[in-house]
């Protein structure tokens, strides 16, 4: 299988501060792949630069072979906080990639159409952000990367602000959404069963600096269902990684608090 | 809908006939002077009886016509240097200090000297309601431009978006209610420009219509003339509520 991303020795320096070390990994085509680690490791960092919005201070980050420099319509973003625009409604929203590329046509709008039946807001396009929930706002902003078709979608902690019932709920909902297109997709956050739920392959990262620490392929089968959590096997991933980075959190909590 | 209506208003409708009630029999019965104070109704025959010679409409032209020109043209150049203040700190650190001088100088009080230099015409007028409506303009508008969300550019700029879409989809909505918020303060400012130069040297004008009536004391004429300007302020400010309404609705609750 060809690789769809090939990063290399990726390194970030704010200042004097070393953010992100050497950090090396390659990419399946369709591969769900999930980051975590404490915080203070990057790994928000790390996607950033993937999606062009950080400079890297060093490296290479190839897709589909070719380098990339700045923000394209290859990536699609999703956002932590919604970051919807409060005077477009929901479709509006959702065509914003489209627009900005200067190819919103018809068949783009079909397809957006098509997009938001699929992440559960069929009926709601003409709706305007405030009148919708935190977990609806989630799947707009879902709907709004993939509108762009891009080769690789990167998503930043989506659903560290829902509340623990929307977010199970939501990742259910992307794992069927995935299974429609099987996307690439680099998943960031600090949720352990968050990652092994929803990956084929957990990078999980080390602190001060940001850098990889472990790669664990996460053997479960798909299609997977939210029963999967209490299995023994899923536990035992979350544990095993959760061993790894447990001294680090440690830190991370005690340096924070100080 | 009527329920609503009743709840929303019922309270200042009954404040407002009861306060009118109040005035014109404390103006009969206890003034019975109308050289001290005229009652509402006498207010409304001055009303009606400057209308019916077209004394009324001759000052609330001039004024209405002062009050426009000043208006759209300090709101054009208000937004414009908003606008230039935001795109560039140079521009903004030169102009500052003579925003900030004379935003918080009361201009008005420069009336007599405008008059001096162009006439009681009404362009001395037009220069005074520029002066006053102005500033707020200008310093809304940049704050506007200036308080956009980093988050939603970096998301727009995520999708690869140039600096001009940037500015044209989220600068400025995003502005836009702090824009309509100066244009609404700078109505209030240049209703009162009107009229306070117009007191310092006019031909006509409702300024003019109050200091004549204050010359000849006749208390009705000047209360007409008081009237007719506290409801062109109040219509304008209501129709610009209505306009924001419309093209600001995210802003609500």
Redesign the interface.
Known sequence: MARKLEITGLSKWFGDLEAVRGLDVAVERGEFIAVVGPSGCGKTTFLRMV???EPATSGTILLDGAPLT????N?G?V?Q?D?L???RTVLGNAL??P???GSLDASARQRTLDLLKLVGLGGFENY???QLSGGMRQRVNLARALA?DPDVLLMDEPFASLDAQTREIMQTELLRIWEQGRKTVLFVTHQIDEAVFLADRVLVLARRPGRLQENVKIELPRPRALDLKRKPEFVAYVDRIWRMIEDDVRTAVIEEHV | MLERLRQNYLAGTLSVVGGLLLWELVSRLIIANPLFLAAPTQIIEAVYALSLTGEMWRHVSISAIEFALGYVIASVIGIAFGFGMANSARFKQALQPWISGLYATPTIALAPLFILWLGIGIWSKVLVVIFLVLFPVTINTEAGLRTTSERLIEMLRSFGATERQIFFKVSLPSALPFILAGLKLGIGRGLIGVVVAELFGSRAGLGRLISQSADSFNMPELFAGVIVLAVAGIAMTAGFGWVEKKLVPWTRD
């Open positions: 999606a062009g919005l700045g923000p394209g319509g990536r973003f956002f906080n970051s625009l409060p005077w914003i990639g627009e900005v590329a305007h952000p405030r762009i």
